[in-house]
């Protein structure tokens, strides 16, 4: 992924550092420094522009340290990562870097400026967090504009952006770094970030209680539309209104059969059983007479 505009000015920055050198001499690694920048600009030959840069720094970690050597191993790393970033390899900046630069208060300011702007274009702050506090707190003894620069960047790219509010809010207050038109502008921009997070948070947990309403599990550990859901209880429903009903009638018409065997049961108790036995010996004479 091509590095933004903010990046892309840093590594230009950078080349205006050294530019004066090339003029008062021609060492090797300034010579690279050139073709490097040479491929990278004008010919857009990334690979080409990277190695120039790698070959450049080998050239310099031999030779003993000077002001003039550290301004171009900044210019040669500025380029490379710009290569890098260029070549969709904005993971291997860090590593590749840190390479050259042991700890990070050997880093200079604009490689730190370029690398926030890198990390956060590529939606990865979490990866800058510690190495630019760590820059911070080295810094912090000798504030400049520098440093100013870098703390800004570190509070609206990194810790923002990962929810670091409190510490987002000590940096902001600093006097060393804000003045106080500043300090309240960089306050108002912690509590929108914190307002706009917490408001994103409270859609998410709403969006997903919003799904758990609307989908509901099932008997196998699926989950099935809310509607057929609730057609299939109401369709358990008229089952258990229909069986309720014929339970209902069958109660019923045994109720009835009871009353009559009853009824019939009292109605022969009431008869003699004198006049029972004589009713019978009548009907069988009475059929026997009739029957030829």
Known sequence: ????????????????????????????????????????????????????CERGLQIISTEPGERRNNQVKASLVVIAIQALAEMERWREVLPWMLQYYQSPQEIPHNIMEMCLLLYSRVKQPHVMLELSRDWLRGQVTRPSLQYKRV?????????????????????????????????????????????????????????????????????????????????????????????????????????????????????TRRIPLRNTLLALLLLSVIILRLDP
């Open 1 to 52: 992924m091509a590095v933004t505009e903010n990046v892309s000015s840093c590594s230009l920055s950078a080349m205006w550092d050294w530019s004066h050198l090339s003029l008062s001499g021609t060492p090797p690694a300034v010579t690279l420094l050139d073709a490097a920048t040479d491929l990278l600009v004008l010919e857009r030959n990334f690979p080409g522009a990277l190695e120039m």
């Open 151 to 267: 703390a800004e960047l570190h509070l609206l790219n990194i810790l923002l952006p990962l929810g670091h509010f409190s510490e987002a809010e000590d940096l902001a207050v600093d006097p060393r770094v804000f003045t106080k038109q500043q300090q309240e502008a960089a306050l108002t921009a912690v509590r929108e970030e914190k307002r706009r997070q917490e408001e994103k948070e409270a859609a998410q947990i709403e969006s997903e209680q919003q799904n758990q309403r609307t989908l509901s599990p099932s008997g196998t550990g699926t989950q099935i539309p809310l509607r057929l859901y609730q057609c299939r209880e109401k369709l358990l429903s008229y089952e258990l209104c229909i069986a309720g009903n014929v339970r209902g009638k069958y109660l019923q018409v045994a109720r009835l059969l009871y009353r009559a065997l009853s009824a019939a049961v009292t109605w």
